[in-house]
């Protein structure tokens, strides 16, 4: 079984440009997230969506990040322009939905250096 | 929101030692889990418990619910363990379920 697929794995980029990650889930999981990690914390939440919807994006900055997720399968994350404090690992993990306590499945991540 | 500590944040081990990694939560939750990150950002689940006690292998994990407290624990430790450690609690449950991390536990295990 294929596991989670991200892209680019690394990516420099000057502050106010933009980048975008991809995504492609395990075959059949529902559920996908993109989680930001900043060096020395563990993963945050940025959005959650349960096939094409979004489940929560409370602490996506929406006034720079967007997420899309159009035809329930694969993900872009987007930032839009960049700043310093977006150099992060940013990862995406995939579930199935149909248990209680779902297991995450994690992509290798996307390591963004913003300069 | 529910804060998730772990301890140590950094543990330096001789090969064979028995290590010990701690996690404390503050409220309620579905599901603990014990996750493994390698350098290259790389996750791997290693647990999910509810209540009792799991093994795998050199690797147990442990969960008291009423004392809000689990522990990880690795026997006869080898260098290939060496990793970030990452304790996570789960609530919610279904297309719900969200995961809060604690800010992992590096461990370095020499030969």
């Known amino acids: 079984e294929a596991g989670v697929a991200q892209s680019p794995r690394y990516k420099i980029i000057e502050k106010r440009q933009s980048v975008a990650f991809w995504c492609n889930p395990i075959s059949g999981h529902a559920t996908l997230y993109w989680y930001q990690q900043i060096l020395g914390q563990g993963p945050k939440l940025l959005i959650q969506f349960q096939n094409n919807g979004v489940v929560d994006d409370s602490q996506l900055p929406k006034d720079r990040f967007s997420a899309e997720r159009l035809k329930g399968v694969d993900s872009t994350l987007k930032i839009q322009p960049a700043k310093l404090e977006d150099s992060a690992v940013y990862l995406c993990?995939?579930?199935?939905?149909?248990?209680?306590?779902?297991?995450?499945?994690f992509g290798p991540g996307t390591r963004l250096t913003v300069l | 929101k529910n804060e998730v500590e772990q301890s140590p944040q950094n543990l330096t081990a001789q090969e064979g030692e028995f290590i010990t990694i701690n996690c404390s939560y503050s409220v309620g939750i579905s599901a603990l889990h014990w996750l493994q990150q390698h350098p290259g950002g790389g996750i791997v689940s290693l647990f999910m418990?509810?209540?009792g006690k799991k093994k795998h292998g050199r690797l147990i994990a442990t969960i008291n619910i009423q004392e809000k407290h689990s522990s990880l624990h690795i026997t006869a430790s080898h260098p290939r363990d060496s990793a970030v450690y990452i304790c996570a609690v789960g609530m919610g449950g279904g297309s719900n379920y969200k995961l809060t991390f604690g800010k992992g536990t590096l461990l370095t295990v020499n030969p």
């Open positions: 418990l509810s209540s």
């Open positions: 993990a995939s579930s199935l939905s149909s248990g209680t306590y779902n297991e995450q499945f």
